[in-house]
């Protein structure tokens, strides 16, 4: 059934108008599809309002390409989740050192070391709060009072309180 999608594709070897339709039905709101699945390829140049989660498979090319890949989604402004899976504990299928290196600390702030990659400064002071720096003082706290815990799986294990 044309245009009762749920879940649409965009690959490069797609055709154009098969591109074209799963984009139109993918940004608009009014369109049944909720999830497109697609290559690399998509998100260039593509800003989808309301586009609240991501999912990366496998291994982004470099650290760049992970940002740029995650950086898809909530480019509205709003607030945005990042799934990786891809991130093998002994770091297998993946041929790009850095990438390898990234994947396999799972203690230091995921954000934090692609922000120091990404601008690196000769003042190696600059360090984005991580959840070492946690507030929450409270076994009760429900309003996520720093925040960090919702940074990254990372600063997540690291938060005082267990949320």
Request: glycine share 12%; aromatic share 12%; with cysteine.
């Amino acid at each position: 059934m044309e245009g009762k999608k749920v879940v649409g594709y965009y690959y490069s070897d797609s055709g154009e108008y098969s591109k074209d339709r799963a984009n139109s039905d993918f940004v608009n709101r009014d369109s049944n599809m909720r999830c497109l699945v697609s290559t690399i390829g998509y998100g260039l140049g593509v800003n989808v309002k309301g586009l609240t989660n991501v999912v990366v498979w496998g291994f982004p090319g470099d650290l760049l390409d992970f940002w740029q890949e995650a950086g898809r989604g909530a480019r509205d402004g709003g607030t945005g989740t990042v799934s990786w899976y891809g991130c093998l504990s002994e770091g297998t299928g993946c041929d790009n050192k850095e990438m390898k290196e990234f994947c396999l600390d799972n203690n230091t702030c995921y954000r934090q070391r692609i922000l120091m990659y990404l601008y690196p400064l000769k003042d190696k002071t600059f360090r984005p709060p991580i959840a070492s720096d946690c507030i929450c003082t409270s076994s009760q706290c429900l309003a996520f009072q720093c925040g960090l815990c919702k940074c990254c799986s990372a600063c997540r294990k690291a938060c005082k309180i267990v949320h």
